[in-house]
């Protein structure tokens, strides 16, 4: 072999080591992780939200912490850090001299924060599953539309980048008895929200909407909000938003279809429990005036409550609401509303 080969062939080798050994290395759990009580955990930290921080480990599996049981991080990979006020910081987790705080290491700034109004941390860099979040969710449930005992499917998956939230909110819920035509509820919708300084939001939202128990065969909707997390901490959240829509109705009689613009007030309350079992409530409500309509307002409102079976498995109950004051099909009742039961997936 002549010396240039020679060179070339050992030159190649090293560059494969060094790949090699760089590949091992980021697959390697060396985030550490030290407890209130001293006790200090190694693995591989995956993400803090709605105050559990989640971590893979490879003796115990992926094991969840509770924020306010944790006294230092430390890790060398570049997360996003976001704070009660709403400001985001990005960088690696360093612990720091004074208890309660932790340091937030940058590529040319280092930020002291206080471990109590950190509300989410998300590694950058990360595969699309490990950014999803969301739930599944399959059960029965009493309907006053139907008067039945019917099955329903729901599901909200979530994808969260730097700033930015896409939400895909899906809900099924058809009955038929002997001698009642087939009712129908069901719901799909996406909403994109861009998040800014001080909490603020703006969004945009989609939506198809099916209940035939008010008289709607279809209605199609594109609207644009925006709002502000006036409360967000490790324990709750509570938001108000301002916007306006247009849709259009297809209704289950011969009534002719009805283009219409109305304004959207919205809020959503949500408030989590840790201690064993864990229970979470959430809360969110839609109210829409006309403005081409003068005088007709329509409503929804949920209520979810989950109780922890065993990890990322709950027992849901959920309260469903759909008020409007001028339905547009003839014999259309005005209310309808759903009280369902069943177990929750959680991803």
């Not at 279809?218 to 644009?224: H, W």
């Not at 938001?239 to 011969?254: C, H, I, K, P, V």
């Not at 919205?266 to 201690?275: A, G, L, P, T, V």
């Amino acid at each position: 072999m002549n010396p240039k080969s020679f060179y070339t062939l050992n030159i190649l080798k090293t560059l494969l080591i060094l790949i090699t050994t760089s590949f091992i290395a980021l697959a390697q759990k060396t985030d550490i992780i030290t407890l209130v009580n001293g006790d200090k955990l190694t693995g591989e930290l995956k993400e803090l939200q709605t105050g559990l921080l989640e971590l893979s480990t490879d003796n115990m599996g992926t094991v969840y912490i509770e924020w306010d049981k944790i006294a230092e991080i430390k890790t060398d990979k570049f997360f996003e850090i976001e704070v009660e006020d709403g400001r985001i910081y990005f960088g690696s987790l360093q612990p720091n001299d004074k208890p309660g705080t932790m340091i937030v290491k940058g590529v040319t700034l280092e930020t002291v924060l206080i471990l109590k109004y950190i509300i989410r941390i998300k590694q950058i860099n990360e595969s699309f599953w490990d950014i999803l979040d969301g739930y599944i969710q399959l059960g029965v449930s009493f309907n006053k539309g139907s008067n039945v005992a019917e099955l329903n499917f729901g599901a909200d998956l979530i994808y969260t980048l730097k700033a930015r939230r896409f939400e895909l909110l899906l809900n099924s819920d058809i009955s038929a008895s002997e001698g009642n035509s087939t009712s129908k509820s069901q719901d799909a919708s996406f909403t994109y929200y861009r998040y800014m300084k001080k909490k603020w939001f703006w969004g945009t939202l989609a939506s198809i909407n099916q209940n035939t128990e008010l008289g709607l065969d279809l209605r199609g909707t594109l609207g644009a909000t925006i709002g502000n997390d006036f409360i967000q901490s490790n324990k709750n959240l509570l938001n108000l938003a301002f916007g306006l829509t247009g849709s259009r109705e297809w209704y289950t009689d011969e009534t002719d279809p009805e283009n219409d613009l109305a304004a959207l007030i919205s809020n959503r309350f949500k408030y989590f429990i840790y201690e064993s079992p864990g229970i979470f409530l959430d809360s969110y409500l839609n109210f829409f005036p006309y403005l081409t309509n003068w005088g007709r307002i329509r409503l929804t409102y949920d209520l979810a409550l989950d109780w922890e079976i065993i990890n990322n498995f709950y027992w849901d109950l959920s309260f469903y609401l759909n008020y409007d004051n001028q339905p547009q099909s003839e014999n259309a009742s005005e209310v309808d509303y759903s009280i369902e039961t069943g177990i929750k997936y959680t991803l």
